[in-house]
């Protein structure tokens, strides 16, 4: 304790990178959202076409396909518009000749008018309708967040890195019904636990409460299965591709290895399975949680009051991420702090801010070498522990 008193905070200083930099009026930013918007609409057209492939069954249920078709008719549009716009401005050309080539291909497949019909329900599908409705929302919430109220303003959208943690953001949704099924798997070893009649007088309590103890049961399991990816030896190299990152924005939390993002799910669905709240409350954690976990990694300096003492904010959760010795191994909780403030391992200085991000040691930069990382790291310990044994 008394080393943190004595530690020395600094400021986190962010260089202007102007050549990842989008400026107004050079067509990088028409160039990229021609792209953007030109991938995602083929992507939609893809998921009206197959359905059944390509669309999340509990997903299906919350939102009308017609509706949105008006949206992917906008979308298409506004890709071909911005498209257009880059050879006006006669710069990235190439980004806007290739937004305006994907929305054709769009079109060319049937476009936004796509008759809409019923899905043969499987099992195990892409998540290609959560992936392009969570990217949409996330550019829309929170880039508007970290453009208007920004922690670093020199902190560029495409800073570095982002790409790998673009296709981790991709993978993570991509993979939605793979990880619910395994998800159910690891859950139904928890049958035996169920109790109807605990359920039924669960779902009688204030839809509120259920709200609060389903956030507690939630965070006491996550707290703790964090907690033990950063002391258990062997499990600390998976977590460590999450903290391998050192520029946090919304994109920032994807990072993490699949054995993580499983074991992850599977773990939380426990508490919620035993508890069994009502429709409505396990929606509105779902919720909760997802924009949380987008928000807590978010490069922004949005004021939370006498919240910040309450809920995982940005400000705590980048304290878990920095290499600065007192904030090493602290701020496990992804929902509330009570229980780093329970345990003791809560790291929260009045105003600062990390000044260093990632981990002590550095992990290979790219997707496939942070995959293999774990078992490469496991071999190693398995190698040193048996030459130990050895010089016996
Ligand atoms: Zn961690
Ligand atoms: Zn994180």
Redesign the pocket.
């Known amino acids: 304790m008394s080393n943190k008193e004595k530690y020395e905070y600094r400021n986190r200083v962010v260089e202007l990178d102007a050549e990842r930099q989008f400026r107004l009026g050079d067509g990088k930013i028409s160039g990229y959202l021609s792209v953007f918007l030109g991938a995602l609409s083929l992507l939609a057209v893809l998921a009206y076409l197959y359905p059944s492939l390509l669309t999340t069954t509990e997903l299906r249920k919350a939102y009308d396909a017609e509706k949105l078709q008006v949206v992917l008719k906008y979308g298409m549009y506004f890709s071909l518009f911005f498209g257009a716009m880059t050879h006006f401005l006669k710069k990235y050309r190439r980004l806007g000749c290739a937004g305006i080539l994907l929305t054709l291909l769009a079109f060319a497949l049937g476009g936004y008018a796509v008759p809409v019909g019923p899905v043969e329900p499987m099992e195990l599908s892409l998540g290609v309708d959560w992936l392009i409705l969570a990217l949409l929302g996330s550019a829309a919430i929170f880039l508007s967040l970290e453009k208007l109220l920004p922690k670093y303003k020199n902190q560029v959208i495409l800073r570095a890195e982002w790409e790998t943690d673009f296709i981790y953001f991709c993978f993570n949704h991509l993979a939605i019904s793979a990880i619910l099924i395994y998800a159910n798997y690891h859950t139904s070893h928890f049958n035996w636990a169920v109790s109807p009649s605990f359920q039924e007088s669960f779902q009688a309590l204030p839809t509120v409460l259920q709200f609060l103890i389903v956030l507690v049961a939630a965070d006491f399991v996550l707290y703790w299965e964090?907690r033990l990816?950063?002391v258990v030896k062997c499990l600390w190299p998976v977590?460590a591709v999450?903290?391998s990152v050192e520029n946090l924005d919304w994109l920032a939390g994807s990072r993490g290895h699949f054995i993580q993002v499983f074991s992850e799910r599977a773990m939380v669905m426990v508490p919620l399975y035993l508890l069994g709240p009502s429709e409505g409350v396990l929606n509105a954690y779902v919720v909760f949680a997802a924009l949380q976990a987008v928000l807590i990694h978010c490069n922004t300096r949005l004021p939370f009051g006498v919240l910040k003492y309450i809920f995982v904010t940005p400000q705590f959760h980048h304290w878990?991420?920095s290499s600065e010795k007192p904030a090493i191994?602290t701020?496990?909780g992804a929902h509330l702090v009570l229980f780093d403030w329970l345990f003791g391992t809560m790291h929260m200085p009045k105003t600062h801010w990390p000044a260093e991000y990632g981990t002590t040691k550095p992990l290979p930069k790219t997707i496939v070498g942070q995959t293999i990382y774990p078992f490469s790291s496991l071999v190693k310990m398995m190698r040193t522990k048996s030459r130990q044994g050895r010089d016996r």
Do not use: G, K, P, Y
């Open positions: 964090h990816f950063h977590h999450h903290h878990h991420h191994d701020n496990f």
